[in-house]
């Protein structure tokens, strides 16, 4: 049975760890399958790994310091700095040292790596008996410098997979000159329930990290009109992170206390439940590269409203056949496209329908031969 090693940063809550956890579980059937992580932030991955997998940590003993070195910076506290400083420098020594030291040791056939930096080291250090394959999940957004670093960093590898058919006809054209080769394998989904939601529930649902690039603050504007004619929906958010308290005080200027709930993070079982009992589902990022989150609202066969910037929900939704797309993030247009799934339960209804037949190209069983094919062609 061939060996597959997955490098990741860590293990922890995101799209790029959920991502690695559903491919590793997909796989383990057919081959030999370890994750070796740089940090471990947790006892347990949260998201669930067959048993057969090995984890492997680099770094248990110690995790990034980032927000501590920028909070004693903040307030001013000299030694607190210092200290935190000087741990961080020990860290990211480590980091470097422990993952090239592994890289060069390891003996799997197959070594996927999952961040830019990865890339540039696996490249370099990989034994030339492996087969080397860089997986990109963000979106580069225009920015030539991350462009230019991830290029570079994807030079000397064998495969590159990018999650979306742009992103895919974008880099073939940065990487035609290299022997890397890009392949378009789009993430998976892993769960399919079986009670669809009944389309019949007054919620709005939107999933995701409480941070800037997810465009909160603009669902929240969108809400506020949306509220205006329909006042008995709720909007529910889920997730947690550093623009909570930004959040908390626009939904209160907007006197929205009791029609946005922030549910904060939740396991995936809550999360499930809060799904079937929505009707709409609502994507206001300013970027996203794929989104498993519209694959899971889909399984539930709930339509979709998102902004065009987030490129990777222009490749997933069809516009008026399971969801609406809206250009140049005009808040006004996307209110009004949620107000008509709002007043309208049949286009609800055949929306939904057509959602759940589409996510079931993204079903992992799919999406796993896709990559068996790479890998052993």
Known sequence: MKKITILALHLG????????????????????????????????????????????????????????????????????????????????????????????????????????????????????TSLKIGWEHNHHNGNKKYIRRLVTSAQGLDYFVLVSKELTEFYTEKLKNTNCKCVYIPNSIDYFPEKKSPLKNKNIVSVGRLSKEKGYEDLIEVYNIVHSKYPDWTLNIIGDGVEREKLERKIEGYGLEKSIILHGYQNRDYINEVLRKSSIYV???????????????????????????????????????????????????????????????????????????????????????????????
């Open 13 to 128: 809550y995101g799209g790029i760890e959920r991502a690695i956890s559903m491919l590793a579980n997909s796989l383990i059937s057919t081959y030999e399958v370890t994750i070796v992580s740089t940090y471990k932030l947790y006892d347990e991955p949260p998201f669930a790994l067959d048993d057969k997998i090995q984890v492997k940590y680099l770094i248990d003993d110690m995790k990034p310091n980032r927000n501590e070195f920028y909070s004693a910076l903040k307030k001013l506290k000299i030694m607190s700095t210092l200290q935190e400083g000087k741990k961080a420098y020990k860290i990211l020594k480590q980091k470097k040292e422990r993952m090239i030291e592994y890289i060069k040791s390891c003996d799997s056939d197959i070594i996927i790596s999952t961040r830019d930096i990865h890339n540039k080291w696996l490249s370099k250090y990989g034994s030339n």
């Open 283 to 377: 994507m206001s990022s300013y970027t996203e590269s794929f989104g498993i989150v519209l694959l899971e609202a889909y399984s539930f066969g709930i339509p979709a409203v998102s902004f065009t910037s987030a490129q990777g929900a222009c490749e997933i939704i069809t516009d008026n056949w399971d969801g609406y797309l809206v250009k140049n993030r005009d808040k006004e247009q996307m209110a009004k496209r949620i107000c008509e799934l709002i007043s309208n339960y049949n286009r609800r209804f055949i929306m939904g329908k057509n959602a759940s037949k589409k996510v079931k190209e993204y079903d992992a069983n799919v999406v796993k031969e896709k990559w068996i094919e790479m890998m052993e062609k």
